[in-house]
């Protein structure tokens, strides 16, 4: 059993906070909002201004709602969709919320496909109940081996080589930007009709060179889910590798480049069991204005 820590909002007023938040940006009105003095915005990794950005073209948000909390911390998490005018987009926000209630950080990533020269096909943005699921309070893990874990994930991404530095549950999925990468054979790249743990153990992402600027703001420990951010680096130096079976491939990416990501990682019984995110293309290398205190 983990030892409670000290409670800075209920599970339910946080929600009601991002429900407020969602409402008044589809109406363009962050009016409608309590900010804090000390507010901290950014949008794809860049720090703007409150209602500006999206503020100003949202025109709907989609059925989907995979919320999350920590109430330890103020912080709460969705992953949906937002349209603009004509096109939907894949859209996670984080909020940072004080103890008198108002928001302090607005985190969010908006995959628009129009701008991303990897396009993925034919999202589906579905309700995936593990991902819901309350841990029993006796099997939960504390808030350290949960980030442990997720952070073994990016361990094992970055220059992967076939060692693993984290668990896979035998049922693992992983949907990015809308679209299921493992256990589909139907998807671009045939990596993806793989499991999560094979994927890892030919060491198909070597040309992932370095995985940086990992954070873990929001840890939900009731429910099993950590959400992190990071920067996944490519130098585009790889050409061909051998994977460990022996088969020899070409590096998807030949050029410097990174992605911009927010993932969030569902542990059952200490291993990874579903895996959903978002990411963008930004420029290579680029910092993150929350690494600054």
């Known amino acids: ?30 009016g409608r909002v ?3 003095d000390d507010l901290r915005v950014t949008e794809n990794n860049v720090a703007l201004m409150m209602g500006d950005g999206i503020w100003g073209t949202a025109t709907a948000r989609g059925d989907y709602d995979l919320r999350f909390a920590d109430p330890q911390t103020g912080q709460v998490g969705l992953f949906t969709t937002i349209t603009e005018t ?75 080589d076939g060692q693993l530095f984290t668990r896979f549950h035998p049922e693992c999925n992983r ?5 299921q990468t493992t256990n589909n054979p139907d998807f671009m790249l045939p990596i993806a009709g793989l499991p999560c743990e094979e994927q890892f153990r030919l060491g198909w992402y070597r040309y992932d060179d370095r995985l940086r600027g990992r954070r873990f703001p929001l840890v939900d420990v009731e429910r099993g889910l950590v959400l992190a951010y990071g920067f996944i680096d490519h130098c585009g130096r790889l050409a061909d590798y051998t994977l460990t079976n022996g088969e020899h491939v070409s590096s998807l ?15 059952e019984n200490g291993a990874l069991r579903q895996i959903e995110a978002n990411f963008i293309t930004v420029p290579y290398h680029m910092p993150s204005p929350w690494d600054r205190p």
């Open 34 to 36: 309590r900010w804090a």
């Open 253 to 267: 990416i030949r050029r410097p480049h990174t992605f911009y990501l927010a993932e969030l990682f569902k542990i």
């Open 175 to 179: 949907v990015e930007n809308g679209v």
């Open 86 to 160: 004509v096109e939907e987009s894949a859209f996670t926000v984080r909020l940072g919320v004080d103890p008198s209630g108002a928001i302090t950080q607005v985190e969010t990533l908006v995959v628009r496909q129009s701008d991303e020269a990897l396009v993925f096909a034919n999202p589906r943005f579905e309700r995936k109940p593990v991902l819901e699921a309350i841990v029993p309070e006796a099997e939960r893990m504390s808030r350290e081996r949960l980030r442990a874990v997720a952070d073994g994930y990016f361990n094992t991404l970055e220059q992967n």
């Open 1 to 30: 059993m983990v030892s409670a820590m000290p409670v800075v909002h209920e599970r339910a007023a946080l929600y009601a906070v991002m429900d407020r938040f969602m409402e008044a940006l589809v109406a363009r009105d962050p």
